[in-house]
C-alpha cells in the first residue's frame, strides 16, 4: 500500500492513513495496515514517588520507566500470513511468529517467545510503502518504533456480529546494557529520515 497524498499532516494533523510493519526477524515481516483499524501507543509513565521529611519538606523519588504498550484493533479473514506484502490475520504473531505456508492454516499456540520490532510510519511520501522505508527529505514524516517487544496478547470479538482482533505488544524502554529499545523519528521536508533496515532480535534493531 502506498501512502495517498490527502491522507498527510499538510492540514495540521496527520490523519486517517498510517503504515505499520512487525517484524521477528529479516525474512518475517508483515504489513497490517490494511486489517487495522485503531493505533494505541501508550509510552508508559516515568515513576515518580517522594520521601517526607521531618521539616514538612518532600524529596522526590525517582524510579524506572514503565513498561510500553502497543494496541491494534483490527478485522483479520484468516488466522495467519502468507505473504509480508499484506497481512491476513494477527493470530500467528501472537501464538509463535507471523508468516506461514500453505492452506489450510493450522496455527498452534507455542511456549517460545518471539521479539518483534514494530514500526508505525505517518508520511506524504507518495514512494514509500513499508513502515520501515526511508521518507525523503523533500517530504513529511513522524514514525514510532518499539524494539525487541513481545506479543502478549490477541483478543477475539464478535459481540456486534463482526469478527474483530485486538493485538496488544508490550516491551520495555531499555535493554540490559542500558541501549535504547524505543524511538521517535520526524522530517519536516528539510532532511530525510532514513530506513530501519533489517531487524535481528536483541542484536540489530535497527540501521
Not at 501512502?3 to 495540521?12: F, H, K, L, P
Not at 494505541?40 to 519538606?57: F, H, P, Q
Not at 520490532?117 to 511520501?125: G, Q
Not at 522530517?187 to 529520515?193: E, L, N, T, V
Request: proline share 2%; net charge negative.
Amino acid at each position: 500500500m502506498k501512502i495517498t497524498i490527502n491522507a498527510t499532516g499538510d492540514e495540521d494533523a496527520w490523519q486517517r492513513q498510517c503504515m505499520i510493519e512487525v517484524a521477528s526477524d529479516a525474512t518475517h515481516q508483515v504489513r497490517i495496515e490494511a486489517m487495522t483499524e485503531t493505533v494505541d501507543i501508550d509510552m508508559g509513565e516515568r515513576d515518580l514517588d517522594k520521601i517526607d521529611l521531618l521539616n514538612l519538606g518532600q524529596i522526590p523519588k525517582h524510579g524506572a520507566i514503565g513498561i510500553t504498550t502497543v494496541t491494534f484493533e483490527g478485522y483479520p479473514l484468516e488466522a495467519a500470513t502468507e505473504t509480508s506484502a499484506t497481512g491476513d490475520g494477527f493470530f500467528d504473531i501472537f501464538a509463535s511468529a507471523p508468516l506461514v505456508s500453505g492452506q489450510p492454516h493450522d496455527v498452534d499456540m507455542s511456549n517460545t517467545l518471539t521479539r518483534y520490532r514494530v514500526a508505525i510510519l505517518w508520511t506524504n511520501d507518495v514512494d514509500v510503502t513499508d513502515a520501515s522505508d526511508d521518507v525523503d527529505s523533500a517530504d513529511k514524516g513522524m514514525r514510532f518504533v518499539i524494539a525487541d517487544c513481545f506479543c502478549t496478547s490477541c483478543k477475539t470479538t464478535f459481540t456486534d456480529g463482526v469478527l474483530k482482533q485486538t493485538l496488544i505488544f508490550k516491551g520495555v524502554c531499555f535493554d540490559k546494557a542500558a541501549g535504547v529499545n524505543i524511538k521517535m523519528e520526524s522530517c519536516d521536508a528539510s532532511a530525510a529520515i532514513p530506513t530501519l533496515g533489517d531487524y535481528t532480535a536483541s542484536s540489530g534493531k535497527w540501521a
